[in-house]
């Protein structure tokens, strides 16, 4: 954990939306010039589900609604316009500048189609074992690198805990929603994110050695 300072940091976002009982997240990361990932995540739940989802996950969400990184919308399933006033808050309220928002086709469409419509660069990222194998692999360096940091979030290292990889016959790894110990929302909008800020990053090391020759 850490306090950071989000002040005219250029970032990555991604989304994980949902329906029903499920989590709806948003995670959104900066790679600081110490090489270090910089995380913030946030999760969105039904409003009258909390008793429910507590009772069934075992986790306290009345408690965690005091967090600041966890908000209540909807009534039985997530209210997406909430979520999108959310997103297009995320610039003001923390000070940073979004280059990309990342999202998974499901259930998403409509809201990434609104997002762009604002103005923001969208873009779709398959949930495919060969697209989240490198985004995947990078967190999981930075993390026993000790060079992932984030400010407080129960729930985030709840859903680190709960994250169960798999590999696929090409052994690529992936984060397996069906095989986890419960809800990874989180964890998986932050590995979204992470490919969207490896991907940006690979391609500005392409133009510099292009330039360079």
Known sequence: MANIDWKVRVVYLALDLSESSDNTSASMVYLDEDGNILAESFA????????????????NYRELLK??????????????????????????????????????????MSTA??????????IEIRQHSSVLHPPTKLLKEKILKGQFMYTENKLL??????ARCVYDTN?????NKKKSNGKVDMVVSLINAVYLLEKDNLLNQMDFLAQTI
């Open 44 to 59: 969105f739940i039904p409003s009258d589900r909390i008793l429910e989802k507590t009772l069934k996950e075992k986790v």
């Open 67 to 108: 967090s600041g990184k966890v908000f209540a919308c909807g009534n039985k399933v997530i209210d997406y316009p909430a979520v999108e006033k959310f997103v297009l808050s995320i610039e003001k309220k923390y000070k940073v500048k979004v280059q990309a928002i990342g999202y998974d086709r499901w259930n998403a």
């Open 113 to 122: 189609q609104k997002l762009e419509k604002a103005g923001y660069n969208v």
């Open 157 to 162: 290292e709840i859903n680190f805990q709960n």
């Open 171 to 175: 052994k690529n790894t992936y984060v």
